[in-house]
């Protein structure tokens, strides 16, 4: 069974503050990789998607990739209390066939 | 606007009782999906379309049925609902260029099967 494994949380950390997020999976054949933010009611919102190994910056956002050690991050920097949220990690593994984790919630304190 | 609509939002059903929740989306994608939520479980995928008239299982498709027939529309059916199926429902819909993957979510149905 393929896996994607998160720390559920709660992540705390303070406003200005660097959140860090992680992510590993089982499945080595895996080539695309996903990061999302899901507000408590909402839907999921896809904030950043990353297929190489290395970093992608987008704004305050930072997705990390290691293949070799099956590990994808994300770093949210000067956090604000508005990126409260889960945040889901999701693997493709070259099909269309997507596997999220559990998510992991983040609290941002003013 | 772009748009993922999904409907009904709210379901009360009874076991047994077919249902059919309809997701629609205005932006010409051909990837379509349907996921569940549930607490503690995050998204688990439940069919895909990958164009018209193509569809696949994901990891829970078991009690479930789609179907594509417009690239607009990818309908869910349950045919005879379980209690297990209670969920909050997410249909998406995504495409890819060369500058990397668009996708969105609707707005999520909540059906609770008594």
């Known amino acids: 069974q393929k896996e994607v494994e998160q720390n559920s949380g709660p992540l705390s950390v303070p406003e200005g503050a660097i959140a860090s997020l992680n992510c590993t999976y089982s499945?080595?054949?895996?080539?695309?990789f996903f990061w999302y933010r899901q507000y408590s009611g909402k839907s999921p919102e896809l904030i950043m998607f990353?297929?190489?190994?290395g970093d992608k910056e987008d704004g305050r956002f930072t997705a990390q990739l290691n293949k070799a050690s099956q590990y994808v991050s994300l770093l949210i920097r000067d956090s604000q209390p508005s990126d409260s949220a889960t945040y889901l990690c999701a693997v493709n593994s070259g099909g269309f066939k997507t596997i999220f984790g559990a998510g992991t919630r983040l609290f941002v304190k003013a | 606007e772009a748009q993922v609509t999904q409907n009904p939002r709210y379901l009360i059903t009874v076991t047994g009782k077919k249902l059919t929740v309809t997701c629609s989306q205005n932006m010409n994608h051909e990837y379509m999906s349907w996921y569940r939520q549930d607490p503690g479980l995050g998204l688990r995928q439940i069919y895909y379309?990958?164009?018209?008239?193509?569809?696949d299982k994901g990891d829970v498709p078991e009690g479930y049925k789609v179907s594509r027939k417009e690239k607009r529309n990818f309908p869910l059916i349950l045919e005879s609902p379980s209690p297990n199926q209670t969920s909050l429902y997410f249909c998406?819909?995504?495409?890819?260029?060369?500058?990397?993957?668009?996708?969105?979510f609707g707005p999520g149905t909540r059906l609770l099967v008594l």
């Open positions: 499945d080595r054949g895996s080539q695309s």
């Open positions: 379309s990958m164009n018209v008239e193509v569809t």
């Open positions: 990353i297929y190489s190994n």
């Open positions: 998406a819909s995504s495409s890819w260029d060369r500058a990397g993957e668009t996708q969105y």
